[in-house]
């Protein structure tokens, strides 16, 4: 059973895509300006629990799920890791809010599905009005500049891209032990609601899933990298503002400088970092829907 938000429509709606029809799984609520929440690694649009009412009194608000996490579509992923590419994964959000009725909205994307944000600002910009992503500088940044401790703290981004099946089988030897050992950084696991987690734990331990997350870290470290360097060699940068929130315990903070890091790849660019670890909407959701309702005002 998904978690539900109180006084949200679960829908699924069924888009068209390169790799055939796509279920996306989202749920909506509230009125006013549309605002699409995109969820991260190894997560569903449960991550927006404490998030999406408070934002619902103001937005349209749609939270969905990614291709290939929670109740959306689960293909298998090509030998090029096209089905998992940021640019894939964000058309279907697109053709969803199309159906929705949305061809102009704001964005908001915690940890992949910032990457997938990312993607979808630069080859739709103008359907996306504003950008908010969480805890993440460019993709390309980040590997370009992995160094030692980078490695250390994210090694799961070098472990998830090795060849299908090596990170499935291992994964789905334990998942539960994968799952805690992953998510239980700064905050510790205590921060998701045991339904929260009965749902992260039903994805790690769905094969289709496990692939389909796999096959998202291997786009990233591939064909996402190719569709990043073109848009550099081409001198594209987004042109709606952006706002960045990164966490003072996390990662990101302690490698990367996010704020430099985007205003590479971005005209007018906004952050700061917040006192949490790496999970900001389920460690501090107050502060994402005041720093949501500032921005997109």
């Known amino acids: 059973m998904a978690v539900s938000f109180q006084g949200f429509e679960q829908k699924l709606i069924t888009v068209s895509s390169d790799d055939g029809p796509m279920e996306i799984a989202c749920q909506v609520g509230g009125s006013g300006p549309a605002l699409l929440l995109l969820h991260g690694f190894p997560q569903t649009k449960a991550i927006w629990h404490q998030v999406a009412p408070a934002l619902a009194k103001h937005y349209t608000v749609v939270a969905a799920d990614l291709r290939g996490y929670g109740a959306s579509s689960k293909p298998h992923g090509k030998p090029d890791h096209s089905t998992y ?59 370009e500049n992995t160094t030692m401790e980078f490695a250390k703290g994210y090694w799961h981004w070098f472990f998830l891209i090795q060849p299908e099946p090596v990170p499935e089988t291992m994964i789905g030897a334990n998942p539960e032990y994968w799952l805690k050992n992953h998510m239980g950084r700064h905050a510790g696991t205590g921060i998701f609601t045991p339904d929260r987690w ?26 996402d990298l190719v569709h990043d360097r073109a848009d550099r060699e081409a001198g594209k940068i987004l042109q709606m503002p952006l706002h960045v929130l990164w966490g003072e315990h996390g990662l990101v903070n302690k490698c990367f400088k996010p704020l430099d890091d985007w205003k590479k790849v971005a005209n007018e660019v906004s952050g700061k970092s ?3 670890g790496h999970y900001i909407p389920e460690e501090m959701p107050e502060l994402v829907v005041a720093e949501a309702m500032k921005f997109f005002s």
Request: with cysteine; aromatic share 6%; net charge neutral.
């Open 85 to 143: 590419s940021k640019r894939a994964m964000a058309a279907d959000q697109v053709a969803l809010m199309k159906a929705l009725g949305h061809e102009q909205f704001f964005l908001l994307g915690h940890d992949r599905g910032g990457r997938v944000s990312h993607r979808m600002a630069m080859d739709h910009p103008g359907s996306i009005q504003k950008l908010m992503v969480l805890d993440i500088s460019p993709t390309l940044c980040m590997y």
């Open 198 to 223: 009965l749902e992260y734990l039903a994805g790690a331990s769905n094969p289709q899933s496990m692939h389909a997350m796999c096959e998202d870290y291997r786009a990233a470290a591939t064909i």
């Open 274 to 276: 917040v006192p949490c």
